[in-house]
Nanobody, 118 residues
Framework: QVQLVESGGGLVQAGGSLRLSCAAS????????MAWFRQAPGKERDFVGR????????YYADSVKGRFTISRDNAKNEVYLQMNSLKPEDTAVYIC???????????WGQGTQVTVSS
């Protein structure tokens, strides 16, 4: 089992920045690919980006590419989402998830709310 807890959400003006954190506990953190998803009110959950187990490879949705950066610190069991140039359409609950090698994302946090005002 892996427990995930997000933090760092809040209210920010358009053009601003936020840094989200996801703290993991349980089994070996470095064994998991980590990802961020988001879900806006009344919409389905969308993929934001992911980072490899070592942190060397990242992949982003087109909607956030160039504005968002995912990083991780395996020594601290944490993954981060740096969000710059935020837009009102980025408003959502941001959720981190973990996947073992070759598996689906089986572990999910509760999410943290990000609201971007225009």
């Amino acid at each position: 089992q892996v427990q995930l807890v997000e933090s760092g959400g809040g209210l920010v003006q358009a053009g601003g920045s936020l840094r989200l954190s996801c703290a993991a506990s349980g089994r070996t953190f470095s064994a998991y690919t980590m990802a961020w998803f988001r879900q806006a009110p009344g919409k389905e959950r969308d993929f934001v980006g992911r980072i490899s187990r070592s942190g060397g490879v990242t992949y982003y949705a087109d909607s956030v590419k160039g504005r968002f950066t995912i990083s991780r610190d395996n020594a601290k069991n944490e993954v981060y989402l740096q969000m710059n140039s935020l837009k009102p359409e980025d408003t959502a609950v941001y959720i981190c998830a973990a996947a073992a090698e070759g598996a689906v994302y089986a572990y999910w946090g509760q999410g943290t709310q990000v609201t971007v005002s225009s």
